[in-house]
């Protein structure tokens, strides 16, 4: 199909036994002998055009310089179409040998004397005698030099021209898109030195630039409208089109024209004869590449144009077959699969399509076919990355040889970041998939994807994302990673990755530490803990400071409790990191998360030095400038170190407890907001720092108690359906009674506790809490207390709790144990019988 270098002449105008020029005789004439009759019967018409056909379709001048014969005879008879159309085929099959003779015709001045022809209104108009005309032009344009003079000569705005003048030809329209063809593409065969070369980019550039400001686009549409059916021609007037939309081809100033040009091939019907060129069962793998291509530039351009989509979309199933039916043409392959990735970002439906016809089981038999072919492998992966968005989408039929392929892919073209990055996207995709099966996913492709290095940051974001989304499929997933190495390695490589490479894989490491104890311990074994630490010593980075506590924090903490052996130091070292960020409210906050997971990780009465922890929680406690969030954590790292770390000095243990207990008051709500989750968290702190609080002898200030039941009531108040929390209350009220039960009673104890009782009547942990409060309270046998309970409904409650929950032995000891204190007066007696206590 290469005019250029093969004659072909338009079948319409071959010589027949009907032309009135063809003489069976002159079949025998030579090339010499037919130059000579040339020259004898200048003045002679009828001789002239047989000998000139005859010339034509020997496509040989054996060396007779026909060509100058040839330029003489059309300045001659420029004005006579038959004789113009017979010499300017001669010209165009002489030529077409080689460039040599291209070179010969074009110093001859043939171009001139076909735009002359061209610019005649006479010859203009005949239809014969343009189609040959064009032919010529498409053929001599060979070679920078041949181009230049070809473009200089005018001939771009005649070709539009006569396009536009004979629009309804088949063969103008075919012939006129291949010379403007010629006019803006250089063959790779086209013997130029690197001077040309770059003289023949800027001609093309100029070209371009003059159809399109030349009007060209508009005829070349129109006319591929009129000849739906003409394939040939079709597929020429959309490699033209191809062409002048090439960026390659564009200037930066001619930019602005890719648009327009999409634009008019959208609204000019110029989809439609794409879908139809793809329709054709004659279309050849030249075409289809040319269509599908062109296609896809303008659903790229316009895929919000709703109209143009469905016009789009109705190419998927005919692309899918041309894959199948050609499926060893990689070119084929490859533009296939672009346009499909094309469509299936425009709309769900072009998805739901490509599933429905099996597009992704074609693509991946394209990627299994040529594994070592770059371009394909990374469309076909980003198919699948796309596809996989949801499983509605996707063809699970075709998963297991996906997978397959993808793991191919990966291996071929380790070095591919765009492979790469399709390939843990894809995965990450996938392990939201119902059906998936764990032992299928390759966990080492986003594991070698954190340990290479790619100018995208993107590679390892996606890497990333699929080692979070598979360590949600179980720890299983990764157990053959550390039989691998792979995890060893990404340790191994965290401290000399990049910082961005470095903060994904710590996020990974942190996903693999929480996700199981073996993982936890495996990760510390092989150093990962000593790492995130000297993250903490050696950087002055906020959020490389940030990433080292997000690691220490995941491997100090176990869901199930395993504790470890941790490195002395590693208490200081996040105080010191917290000094260094005082003012830092996230660093802050971490640190204190840190701290809460470092003392609950860590074995009882291990060496770990603890010097500092409690002043400086205590201070972000105390602190009018941190915020609620920060001092929630810290009351979550004093609860734990509390709860850990007993024994402690009566007054450190003291300073907890002030420092605690004036925070819950201050948010209670009226100094400042009530705060939930603070006071749930603080109350589990104080509950335990209560709780050591009773090893210790001291004096109970009856105004901390005061606080604790003014912080009760308006627990009640706001949250009386959060019954966690007012069960930590009320186990801060238990232990301050066995400190001091006659502060908490001058404090009001009693009928908080009740009330809370009644509220909450129907829930067994409230009523064991109240009773066991009670039957402190009642153990001072004072008369004045007992009439208090009783009064306050306090016998009622527990009797209740007794009945109710007689199958609970902390509450029928708790229970009895009050009633026991409580009968030692008449009154009380009569009213435990009377409410049925016995």
């Not at 400086?616 to 920060?630: A, G, P, Q, R, V």
């Not at 400190?739 to 409230?766: F, L, N, P, R, Y």
Request: proline share 2%.
């Amino acid at each position: 199909s290469d005019v250029v270098r093969k004659y072909q002449a338009p079948s319409a105008t071959k010589p027949s036994p009907d032309n009135e020029d063809y003489n069976p005789k002159s079949c025998e004439d030579t090339a010499r002998e037919i130059v000579k009759s040339l020259k004898d019967n200048r003045s002679n018409i009828y001789i002239l055009r047989q000998k000139l056909h005859r010339l034509r379709n020997l496509a040989n001048d054996e060396g007779t310089g026909a060509i100058y014969e040839l330029k003489e005879i059309m300045d001659d008879y420029r004005g006579d179409p038959r004789v113009m159309t017979a010499a300017t085929g001669a010209v165009w099959a002489v030529s077409s040998l080689d460039d040599e003779k291209k070179h010969e015709a074009c110093n001859a001045g043939v171009i001139d004397s076909i735009i002359k022809a061209l610019s005649d209104k006479t010859t203009s108009e005949n239809e014969d005698f343009v189609e040959w005309a064009f032919g010529a032009l498409a053929c001599l344009c060979r070679g920078s030099e041949n181009r230049r003079l070809v473009s200089k000569a005018g001939s771009i705005g005649l070709i539009i021209s006569g396009l536009n003048d004979h629009v309804s030809s088949p063969g103008v329209f075919e012939w006129a898109c291949r010379a403007l063809h010629s006019l803006v593409h250089r063959y790779e065969d086209e013997d130029d030195d690197e001077e040309d070369i770059f003289e023949t980019q800027n001609q093309i550039r100029n070209n371009v630039e003059e159809i399109v400001k030349g009007h060209g686009v508009n005829p070349i549409l129109r006319a591929m409208c009129k000849h739906e059916d003409e394939l040939l021609a079709l597929g020429w007037a959309i490699k033209l089109l191809l062409r002048l939309v090439d960026t390659d081809v564009q200037s930066p100033e001619n930019d602005r024209f890719v648009q327009g040009i999409l634009k008019k091939v959208n609204e000019k019907e110029g989809i439609s004869c794409c879908v139809c060129v793809l329709k054709n069962r004659s279309t050849s793998p030249e075409w289809f590449v040319s269509a599908a291509e062109l296609l896809r530039i303008v659903v790229a351009k316009f895929p919000n144009d709703s109209l143009l989509l469905k016009k789009a979309t109705e190419s998927i199933l005919v692309t899918i077959r041309y894959m199948r039916e050609h499926g060893i043409n990689a070119d084929v392959q490859e533009s296939a699969i672009n346009l499909l990735i094309t469509l299936a970002s425009a709309s769900k439906e072009s998805k739901r399509s490509i599933k429905e016809y099996r597009g992704l089981s074609e693509a991946i038999k394209a990627m299994m076919r040529f594994p070592d072919n770059l371009e394909l492998q990374r469309d076909g992966s980003y198919l699948l990355w796309l596809a996989s968005s949801s499983s509605s989408y996707f063809d699970l039929s075709s998963l297991n040889d996906a997978l397959r392929v993808v793991e191919i892919s990966t291996v071929k073209h380790k070095d591919c970041a765009a492979i790469i990055e399709a390939a843990c996207g894809f995965l990450a995709n996938i392990c939201h998939f119902p059906s998936v099966d764990v032992s299928d996913l390759h966990v080492e492709i986003p594991f070698r994807a954190l340990s290479l290095k790619f100018d995208s940051n993107s590679v390892h974001q996606h890497a990333t994302r699929a080692l979070l989304a598979l360590s949600t499929k179980g720890s299983c997933v990764f157990e053959d990673a550390f039989d691998g190495g792979e995890i060893s390695c990404l340790v191994e490589s965290l401290e000399t990755a990049a910082k961005d490479n470095q903060y994904d894989q710590v996020d990974v490491l942190a996903s693999l530490a929480t996700s199981s104890d073996v993982l936890r311990i495996g990760l510390i074994s092989s150093g990962c803990l000593d790492i995130a630490l000297r993250m903490l010593k050696n950087t002055r980075s906020p959020l490389a400071v940030s990433k080292g506590l997000e690691l220490t924090s995941a491997l100090a903490f176990s869901e199930q409790g395993k504790m470890l052996k941790m490195p002395p130091d590693t208490i200081q070292l996040v105080l010191d990191t917290l000094d260094i960020y005082r003012n830092d409210a996230d660093i802050t906050k971490q640190c204190c998360l840190v701290l809460r997971n470092v003392v609950l990780g860590s074995f009882p009465g291990s060496s770990v030095n603890f010097d500092g922890l409690v002043n400086k929680l205590t201070e972000i406690i105390d602190s009018k400038t941190d915020n609620i969030e920060t001092k929630k954590e810290a009351c979550g790292a004093l609860w734990a170190f509390s709860g850990k770390q007993t024994g402690q000095d009566v007054s450190v243990v003291m300073k907890m407890f002030k420092s605690v207990l004036d925070a819950m008051y201050l948010y209670r709500g009226e100094d400042e907001e009530y705060h939930s989750d603070f006071q749930s968290e603080a109350s589990g702190a104080l509950a335990s720092i209560t709780l050591n609080l009773r090893d210790h002898s001291f004096d109970l200030d009856a105004y901390d108690v005061d606080l604790m039941i003014a912080v009760m009531y308006m627990v009640m108040e706001n949250d009386l359906d959060r019954v966690e929390l007012l069960e930590k209350v009320l186990e801060i009220v238990l232990h301050l009674s066995v400190i001091d039960q006659q502060v908490v009673i001058q404090s009001g104890g009693i009928v908080v506790v009740i009330d809370a009782m009644v509220e909450h009547e129907q829930i067994e942990t409230i009523q064991d809490c109240g009773c066991a409060i009670l039957a402190v309270l009642a153990s001072t046998e004072n008369l004045q207390v007992n009439l208090c309970i009783a009064e306050t409904d306090g016998i009622d409650m527990i009797v209740s709790a007794l009945a109710v929950y007689d199958d609970n032995e902390r509450v029928k000891v708790n229970s009895c144990k009050a009633l026991s204190h409580l009968s030692v007066d008449r009154e009380s007696r009569l009213l435990i019988a009377s409410q049925g206590g016995l």
